[in-house]
């Protein structure tokens, strides 16, 4: 069945415009998009991330302040949107790809787990930009994938793949059979997961985000189990929104907590998880995705049903 055209016309205009970005000067291409990112406030998009920040921050944050964050998210978004273009130009991007990102000392705790020859599982999350993330890592020398959604019939998620894979990170779709991520930690590799937005098709638990129930995946935790890995949060973020420059940076290492039971274990583990992400967001929450529809599903809700991981 033939791609729906609309899903073609945007790919085609993601190609366009990634080749653009290589006649434009930077302040004009950057500046376009900005304009079309002050458009999305009339859109779902912005009323989505107003409807998330009140349901996160409650009356702890003004309106003003949630009205800055929010205007803050549209002009972080037109950011990315600009940066994954130049992505998408390969290799010819490798310099400005390297003098983008700062590589914080804690990288030792990757490369520490890394040289012990088991892989590595890092988790992150829709926060400052995780595509440069993965692609600073491999960069430096590191064998990696990252699992990712696939859509069929879409261009658009073709063109993320080739994005990635211009930079040498393969994607794994989110339905991949888990021993080709068991794979990929068997060749010694980095498995990137990014798991702070729900994902109804696969096994997950209400745990709290915000202080407020969120449909959170078990699979990191579970693969974690069948490995005996840690999970290593990572994250790239601006140090303040007109910085010019990313910083990439790890936590400590996430460790199962084996003394409990199995599923508690695993909930433990993913509890830990969502209390780094916000801590991060709540750092920098201009540059996490805000319009995407984590609190969505409520406990209670139907929803396809998906075998348990633990």
Known sequence: MADPLRRRVRAKLLGAASGATALLPQWLALGGLESAAWLSRFSSFEQRTRANLDLAYGETLPPRAKARIAA?????????????????????????????????PSIAILEEQLAAGRGAIVV???????EV????????G???????????????AQWLVDMRRAHGVETLPQHSHPRALVRVLEEGGCLGLLCDLEVRRLAGEFLPFFDRPALTMTAPAALARARRLPLIPVRCVLPHPDAAHYVLSVDPPLWRDDAL?????TLDH??????VFER???????????HQARWRTRPGDPRPTAPGAS
């Not at 064998?143 to 069929?152: C, S, T, W």
């Open 270 to 275: 993913m509890r830990r998880v969502n209390a």
């Open 142 to 156: 590191v064998q990696g994938a990252v699992v990712g959604l696939e859509k069929r019939r879409d261009p658009t």
């Open 133 to 140: 993330l993965a692609a600073t890592i491999v960069r430096r």
């Open 72 to 104: 803050g998210v549209r002009a972080h978004t037109a950011r990315l949107a600009y940066e994954w273009l130049r992505l998408a130009r390969g290799a010819s991007e490798a310099g400005w790809l390297a003098a983008l990102v700062e590589v914080d």
């Open 280 to 290: 991060w967001i709540r750092e920098a929450p201009e540059q996490w995705a805000w």
């Open 261 to 265: 039971p199995r599923r508690e274990a």
């Open 124 to 130: 992150t999350a829709h926060l400052g930009n995780w």
